[in-house]
Nanobody
């Protein structure tokens, strides 16, 4: 069974840093784009950052210059380094990956979500 498992959320003060990690597991033939999304209470899920298998990145304007996405293709992991966190960054963060697995077509997979709380 293919799944994405996230780790690294928690409570941080404004201006602080957190590092989110996500690992794909299962019988996976190939991984395309990986990314992070977030959803705050009462709001729609929004894109935070994407990274292609070739390393091309894309960021939401609100996080540019503060967040960095990276991946390890061999380990099938994606990481989001979040610096200078602001209260408006507080949300549940979800890992996403487009993957090809055994007996399936290319499809999007989602992690279970990890809470990021930014508060003094």
């Amino acid at each position: 069974q293919v799944q994405l498992v996230e780790s690294g959320g928690g409570l941080v003060q404004p201006g602080g840093s957190l590092r989110l990690s996500c690992a794909a597991s299962g019988v996976i033939f190939s991984v395309d784009t990986m990314g992070w999304y977030r959803q705050a209470p009462g709001k729609q899920r929004e894109l935070v950052a994407l990274i292609t298998s070739g390393g091309i990145t894309n960021y939401a304007d609100s996080v540019k210059g503060r967040f960095t996405i990276s991946r390890d293709n061999a380990k099938k992991t994606v990481t989001l380094q979040m610096n200078n966190l602001k209260p408006e960054d507080m949300a549940v963060y979800y890992c996403n990956a487009r993957m090809l697995s055994f007996g399936s077509k290319w499809r999007d997979y989602w992690g279970q979500g990890t809470q990021v709380t930014v508060s003094s």
